[in-house]
């Protein structure tokens, strides 16, 4: 193929991979920075010494970590609140969608223009919480779940999605008697795994990521997600007079930013693991799911 490239392609190309190379080394050098003080002692991190490889190499700071109750609580809270709250949002993102996709819908568009519209205004901070307070969610992980399960943008890409697949196949299987239910999830579900995949992947990185909610409803602190506690760790490694408050008599040749960094390293791996396994749908699924064609 690059036989039939010009010389201005080929300038273009090398343009875009000189580009693209600049940018894996501006993403790839806070993480491998972050990764090596965390695998240092504590006079080179408080001197400033480390750059892209440890110094007075240790594991001690995530031995550290992962010896306290506090992170592994968090951490099953948030695997929990990722894992319901990916499910749900997939179940009504295709259930929506499925009718929207449809032209024959009664009132189709201003049903549309009624989502879009949630996208743009919305009832504010307060109102929230006084709802999630009358429903009885406050301090429980459905407060942090149901306010992001309904993702009008997530929506519509399935809803295109399901507006690429040929009309022929849900007519087929009507023949056959199927009903709707089984046409969405024993036919046209599996046919859009793709789109499927990447919202999944939406919603999966939202929901652990996601400290604001979690940090407006809920005060248990045996219910704060990691994100919360990686919060309380960064600031009482500067000032331990918190709830989580850091035993410095027992950190040994560890700087706190060290126990900062393995904390951090530690909430990134389980989505760092699970990107590998859906990258081969996520190209496809955004390029199909969000152009009509």
């Known amino acids: 193929m690059n036989n039939y490239l010009t010389k201005g392609d080929r300038v273009f190309v090398g343009f875009v991979y000189v580009i693209l190379a600049i940018s894996v080394l501006l993403v790839a050098f806070p993480v491998v920075n972050l990764l090596a003080v965390s695998l240092s002692g504590a006079n080179p991190v408080t ?18 970590v992962l010896q306290g109750d506090t992170f592994f609580r968090s951490f099953r809270v948030s695997v929990l609140i990722t894992i319901v709250g990916t499910a749900i949002g997939i179940l009504l993102a295709v259930m929506a969608a499925y009718p929207l996709s449809k032209p024959g819908l009664p009132g189709r568009k ?10 743009m205004f919305s009832g504010g901070i307060v109102p929230q919480y006084l709802l999630m307070n009358e429903l009885g969610l406050l301090n429980t992980i459905w407060a942090v779940i ?3 399960v309904t993702g009008v943008f997530n929506l519509m890409i399935v809803k295109n999605y399901f507006e690429t697949l040929p009309d022929e196949i849900e007519e087929a299987a009507k023949i056959d008697g199927a ?14 795994m793709p789109v499927v995949a990447t919202i999944g992947l939406f919603y999966a990185v939202g929901f652990w990521n996601d400290y604001f909610n979690s940090r407006m409803y809920i005060t248990d602190q045996h219910l704060m997600p990691l994100q919360v506690y990686l919060r309380t760790v960064i600031f009482e490694a500067q000032d331990p007079t918190g709830n989580f408050a850091i035993d410095s008599g027992g950190l040994g040749n560890l700087a706190s930013q060290s126990i900062v960094n393995a904390t951090v390293i530690l909430s990134m791996l389980p989505m760092i693991v699970l990107y590998p396994f859906l990258q081969k749908f996520f190209l496809r699924g955004m390029v199909i799911g969000s152009v009509k064609g």
Do not use: E, H
């Not at 001197?47 to 550290?64: E, M």
């Not at 549309?112 to 996208?119: A, Q, R």
């Not at 009903?179 to 969405?184: A, G, R």
């Open 47 to 64: 001197s400033g010494d480390v750059s892209l490889w440890p110094k007075q190499f240790q594991w001690d700071a995530y031995r550290y």
């Open 179 to 192: 009903t709707q239910l089984s046409i969405l999830f024993r036919i046209m579900l599996p046919l859009s």
């Open 146 to 148: 149901l306010p992001s």
């Open 110 to 119: 201003w049903i549309v223009l009624l989502f879009v519209f949630t996208m």
